[in-house]
Nanobody, 125 residues
Framework: QVQLVESGGGLVQAGGPLRLSCAAS????????WGWFRQAPGKEREFVAA????????YYADSVNGRFTISRDNAKNTVYLQMNNWKREGTAGYYC??????????????????WGQGTQGTVSS
């Protein structure tokens, strides 16, 4: 049984940092590309970042490029999303995603085979 469990969400001040984690089980983590998506209230789920199963090329949405960093630790079966310089439009549920085809980079929901339950990131007033 595949499980993706996100953690690290919470309140963050505008301009501040927040780090999310996603612990995966039930699948060969190191053989998968991994991604993060987010969904704001009333909006569709959108791609944020992805990391390949092998190699150094990283993928980011234009809106987060230069501020967010995706990384992985194969020894811990965990993928991370470091979010810096937080902006108000970043308030959303953040979801870890495994692609339908394990080596592929999913940049849309159609390419995702498994989702985590999500963790909320909210800008504090």
């Amino acid at each position: 049984q595949v499980q993706l469990v996100e953690s690290g969400g919470g309140l963050v001040q505008a301009g501040g940092p927040l780090r999310l984690s996603c612990a995966a089980s039930g699948l060969p983590f190191s053989n998968y590309a991994w991604g993060w998506f987010r969904q704001a209230p009333g909006k569709e789920r959108e791609f944020v970042a992805a990391i390949p199963w092998l190699g150094s090329q990283l993928y980011y949405a234009d809106s987060v490029n230069g501020r967010f960093t995706i990384s992985r630790d194969n020894a811990k079966n965990t993928v991370y999303l470091q979010m810096n310089n937080w902006k108000r439009e970043g308030t959303a549920g953040y979801y870890c995603a495994a692609p339908r085809v394990h080596h592929s980079i999913a940049t849309s929901s159609a390419g995702v085979g498994c989702w985590g339950q999500g963790t909320q990131g909210t800008v504090s007033s």
